[in-house]
């Protein structure tokens, strides 16, 4: 005896081995289906013999072309239910796929969303150096003077991990044109913003800093210890005002305030586009 005899060879079978997660309305049906198929090709089968002992030809022929098809349509619908459970499983997929999407888009999101809020208060402190150089004569303040020194910059945490995946070998999987077309240019954007932002640090740290030590002395963070008063007496002070009399200096400041202010026209497209990608995805995504 075979080891397929002596059990019912049914879907809800099929699906054990396989470890499919089937609608539990669809095996029934399925099973019900199959029943009476394999009771109609009996029918017919008793029938056609019954005929050939009968020795009538044509009516045998007619019974046999009729299970012929039978069998015909039982394949057509196995293959049928068999395209549909690749279908729903290619599905899953695709929706384990827009998952993970969706929860690096949310994180650029929100890193987006504060630097939205950060860049702009640079632009802020760099205008102010700059009317800071307007008021020299009137005398500069502990705070504008630390204005005139302060250096800074804004890096924005943009993940693309499960996009370069995606990108990479699961794009097909994604059934959505319109999100595939920008998944596939987002990467082009992230890139254009980082190197915008890389050219600002590099400016500020290469350019800005060293412009800014020619003109400070860090003896005056020694102002509680008695002991180096006698050093800070023979130090040349900081020179606050000769600082914002300097042209490369002023130069450098301006050139920093216009990155910044084309870093934040970049970050605000991003974040346009970050947000209208994560609102298809959550569109997408079965809930």
């Known amino acids: 005896m075979s080891s397929s005899e002596g059990r019912e060879f049914t879907l809800e079978h099929v699906d054990k081995e396989k470890h499919i997660t089937w ?18 090709i009996n029918f017919f089968r008793k029938i056609r013999r ?44 695709e929706n384990q796929i827009l998952v993970s999407l969706a929860e ?32 020299i004569d009137k005398g500069l303040t502990d705070a504008m003077k630390n204005d005139v020194i302060s250096t800074g910059f804004i890096k ?22 319109s999100l595939k ?10 890139r254009d913003f980082k190197e915008l932002e890389g050219d600002l640090v590099e400016y500020v740290i290469n350019t800005q800093r060293p412009s800014i030590r020619s003109y400070l002395t860090l003896s005056n963070f020694l102002l509680n210890e008695p002991r180096f008063d006698e050093f800070k007496k023979n130090v040349e002070p900081s020179d606050y005002e000769g600082l914002l009399r300097d042209r490369v200096y002023l130069n450098v400041v301006i050139g920093i305030r216009t990155i910044n202010t084309d870093l934040l026209s970049r970050c605000i497209e991003l974040h346009k586009n970050t947000k209208q990608i994560k609102a298809i995805l959550e569109n997408e995504i079965l809930k």
């Open 104 to 135: 690096d888009f949310d994180a650029n999101l929100e890193s987006l969303e504060k630097s939205l809020v950060d860049i702009p208060i640079l632009i802020e402190r760099y205008n102010m150096v700059l009317e800071h150089a307007g008021q």
């Open 23 to 40: 609608s539990p309305l669809i095996i029934p049906i399925f099973n019900g289906i199959t029943s009476h198929f394999l009771s109609m």
């Open 50 to 93: 019954q005929l050939l002992d009968d020795n009538k030809p044509v009516k045998y022929i007619r019974y046999a072309i009729g299970e012929i098809l039978l069998v015909v349509i039982g394949i057509l619908i196995a293959l049928q239910i068999n395209n549909w459970n690749e279908a729903r499983k290619a599905r899953k997929s």
């Open 156 to 177: 924005t945490k943009v993940i693309d991990g499960a996009l370069t995946s995606v990108l990479g070998t699961q794009l097909e999987l994604i059934t959505n044109d």
């Open 181 to 190: 077309k920008l998944l596939t240019s987002y990467p082009s954007k992230i």
